[in-house]
């Protein structure tokens, strides 16, 4: 079968596609190419290829024609088309076999269609030929422009780069055939962003041509352009922004905007009060504008601290300042940045300064000592009013108030207004060596302003006091002690204070050392020996001696005590030894304690006896005044659980007869005792308050039920108690009815109960015992 395509015109020309013929060959048949070549294949079909312009406007257009070698005209064959895209896109004329696009063609989105094409015998309705397939292939035109991938486009670049910087790469794409001539050749241009930025034509790649500062400019909007067909004409373009952000570096360094900052401070404000803030600018932006602040000539009375969050210089007080001593300040500051690159150096060469004046104020302050403590010294036993030293302070304002002097808490002390210590008792060294004192001084104009100084007060030693024994001394000799036995070394203590080391000298008294049977020997090392001076002594004539001892020190002038010595007669074992008699000693001391103490536990053990015996007594008394306490009175407690009635209580009793007039008591006489007490008890039910007074106690108590919101409810049984004013019982006293009760029967007691059985026993027995 014979396929010939005419094609339309492609960009003006005329083309007229030769005519191919599919025939079944066997795969021996050597059959001859179209241009002329031999080859050979197997027995099939052979597939023929046509090329169809893509995005023709009009439709129903023809694009070839399929004949069969075996069709002599006379319309007997029949032609179809099967396979995708027949009969939608493309149709056959069944007659002459031409064929139509009924639809316009893109390349784009499907470059080839593979068609079967089919003869049939119209008379027979049989196929004249085998089914032919062949290839049906769309051809590029240049219609579609570049396309950029990766929009919006975005790149940062630090400011101040130099030349040639690479600050991003765009590509575009076009969609139509690259193998096709120049249709998807795409060439790069700049259309805005000159002076500052260029593009390479081929990669897309945009470099910086320039520096740029961010403080003038921070941002760029740059215009990219891509032309197909390497820009000739006829081409087609695309473009796309770019925003390119120049990022900061520290470029600039910190100014002051002032150059003469004045701030005020108090001199009575404390050290680290903050007097004012100082303010640095700077061009750049996050690390690169942080800055430090600092006082060019190191001062010692200001400092500069900078805020981190705020970038300012805050100036504060290193130390308090004096209005009276210097009331002005002036001094110069720096500011730097914090982080400076090494290749940036050149910009922060010389740092930016400005002078600050601190104004100081005055205010009303206390007095001023002239030292911060004072110490005075004074001989003890100085007699009263006798000069301590004196204290001076002064108000440090410009007024110079009069200050007054005061002391607190001192019974040895005083002073006046003038600032003179003055001493208003004894002083004694071995009682109070130091004084510690607390001066006030008090401005006379203003009593607020006050201030305080210490003073220690030194009592010096004079030699008032005489030497004395360090210890008790217990001396024992025996009786055949010989003549020069050492039988006791003494020592001496001085209670006071020496400038040299103290020195004691030890002597007899002078009826000792004539008379004495013994004598003392001074060692010049504050210590002596005694020693006998005889030889042999009686313990039944002489059991004790007692020796005076006269003890000096050397002081200015110098004092001697006489300090007595207790010397014992012992009656020493065969060794000489004393030690015998110091134990008897000790435990007759020891008995003596052991008597003592006792005698206190025997005298304390005879008064809590003693104590204890009144209290049973008093209890046993008050058992025999009331003994029916414990008998009787606990049968007179009962315990009722019978619930209210409700309603059914308020008609138990007559209101009327609680309302009745009280029955005034008299004197009526004397009945049967049964027959009186049943009397008394029928009468007590009848006896009530008066009218009056019952009528407002009840209405009082029903007005506190009604308001009260806590009240109990209305069905529930409240009693209140009332006393009246008289009683129809009478008077109980036994007084004046012994003559009248002489001849009565108390028999009927019996009949009450166990309650009167006492009762009964005590007047039934008196009656018979007076019988």
């Not at 290829?49 to 075996?70: A, C, K, M, W």
């Not at 292939?137 to 240049?142: E, F, G, K, L, P």
């Not at 006091?465 to 003549?483: I, L, R, W």
């Not at 002489?542 to 005076?548: C, D, R, T």
């Amino acid at each position: 079968m014979n396929c010939c395509f005419l094609l339309p015109f492609i960009s003006g020309i005329p083309l007229i596609w030769p005519c191919f013929t599919a025939t079944e060959i066997s795969t021996t048949e050597e059959v001859e190419h179209p241009v002329g070549s031999h080859f050979r294949v197997k027995r099939g079909w052979m597939w023929n290829q046509f090329f169809v312009p893509e995005e023709r406007n009009e439709t129903n257009y023809h694009i070839g024609q399929l004949r069969s070698d075996l069709d002599n005209g006379n319309n007997s064959f029949q032609y179809k088309l099967l396979g995708a895209g027949a009969g939608s896109i493309f149709v056959i004329d069944e007659r002459t076999g031409d064929m139509y696009a009924v639809q316009k063609l893109d390349r784009e989105e499907r470059s080839l269609y593979t068609l079967r094409a089919q003869v049939i015998d119209s008379t027979t309705g049989r196929a004249v030929e085998p089914e032919s397939e062949f290839v049906v292939r769309v051809s590029d035109i240049n219609d579609n422009e570049p396309k950029f991938l990766d929009e919006p486009y975005e790149a940062i670049v630090p400011e101040m780069s130099p030349e040639g910087t690479l600050v991003i790469q765009v590509t575009a794409n076009d969609a139509d055939d690259p193998s096709s001539g120049n249709n998807a050749r795409l060439l790069y241009s700049l259309l805005q962003g000159q002076p500052y930025f260029s593009i390479e034509p081929t990669t897309g790649v945009i470099r910086i041509s320039t520096k740029m500062d961010r403080e003038l400019q921070d941002e760029y909007w740059v215009i990219i352009q891509a032309k197909d067909m390497i820009g000739l004409p006829g081409a087609l373009s695309g473009t796309t922004s770019v925003l390119i952000k120049l990022s900061d570096v520290n470029d600039n360094k910190p100014i002051f905007k002032d150059r003469l900052y004045r701030f005020t401070v108090s001199e009575s404000a404390p050290a680290g009060t903050s007097i004012g803030k100082i303010m640095a600018y700077d061009n750049d932006i996050g690390e690169n504008a942080e800055m430090d602040y600092s006082i060019e000539d190191a001062s010692q009375t200001f400092d500069i601290i900078t805020n981190n969050k705020t970038q300012e210089g805050i100036v504060i007080l290193k130390k308090r300042v004096d209005f009276e001593h210097q009331n002005q300040y002036r001094f110069r500051a720096n500011v730097k940045n914090r982080h400076v690159d090494e290749k940036l150096m050149e910009y922060h060469v010389e740092a930016s300064t400005t002078f600050i004046r601190v104004q100081v104020e005055d205010e009303d302050e206390p007095p001023v000592f002239l030292v911060p403590y004072y110490l005075f010294e004074i001989f003890e036993e100085s007699p009263h009013g006798s000069f301590v030293g004196m204290v001076s302070a002064m108000d440090p304002d410009q007024r110079k108030s009069p200050v007054r002097y005061s002391m607190t808490r001192s019974k040895v002390f005083s002073i006046d207004d003038n600032g003179t210590i003055v001493t208003t008792n004894p002083l004694d060294r071995e009682i109070s060596a130091w004084y510690n004192l607390s001066i006030t001084a008090t401005e006379k104009y203003n009593v607020q302003q006050t201030s305080a100084v210490p003073v220690y007060v030194q009592v010096l030693n004079i030699n008032d006091h005489a030497p004395e024994f360090s210890e008790y001394y217990d001396t024992y000799v025996c009786e055949n002690a010989g003549s020069g036995q050492v039988i006791q070394t003494i020592s001496a203590v001085d209670r006071d204070e020496s400038i040299e080391d103290h020195h004691f000298y030890f002597n007899l008294s002078g009826e000792d050392t004539k008379n004495s049977s013994f004598i003392i020997i001074d060692n010049e090392d504050n210590t002596a020996v005694i020693l006998t001076n005889r030889t042999g002594f009686s313990l039944q004539e002489e059991p004790v001696f007692y020796i005076s001892v006269l003890i000096a020190d050397n002081g200015i002038p110098s004092l001697t005590s006489t300090n007595t010595l207790t010397i014992h007669i012992c009656d020493c074992d065969d060794h000489g030894s004393t030690q015998t008699c110091r134990n008897k000693d000790l435990m007759l001391a020891m008995g003596f304690r052991t008597e003592v103490i006792l005698a206190i536990l025997i005298s304390v053990m005879i008064i809590f006896g003693f104590i204890f015996l009144i209290l049973g007594l008093k209890q046993r008394r008050k058992q025999t005044l009331f003994p029916e306490k414990g008998e009787d009175f606990r049968e007179n407690i009962f315990r009722y659980d019978d619930e209210g009635g409700g309603e059914e209580d308020t008609e138990a009793f007559d209101i009327a007869e609680l309302r009745s007039s009280t029955v005034m008591r008299e004197r009526k006489p004397r009945r049967t005792a049964t027959a009186e007490i049943r009397s008394l008890y029928r009468q007590s039910l009848q006896v009530g308050p008066d009218s009056a007074i019952f009528r407002k106690f009840i209405l009082e108590k029903l007005e506190e039920a009604n308001t009260d919101p806590c009240a109990p409810p209305f069905d529930s049984l409240q009693t209140y108690a009332f006393e009246g004013t008289g009683s129809l019982a009478g008077s109980l006293s036994s007084l004046g009815s012994a003559a009248s009760d002489q001849d009565e029967n108390y028999d009927y007691l019996n009949e009450l109960g166990p309650r009167f059985k006492r009762l009964a026993c005590m007047f039934g027995s008196a009656m018979q015992s007076n019988n």
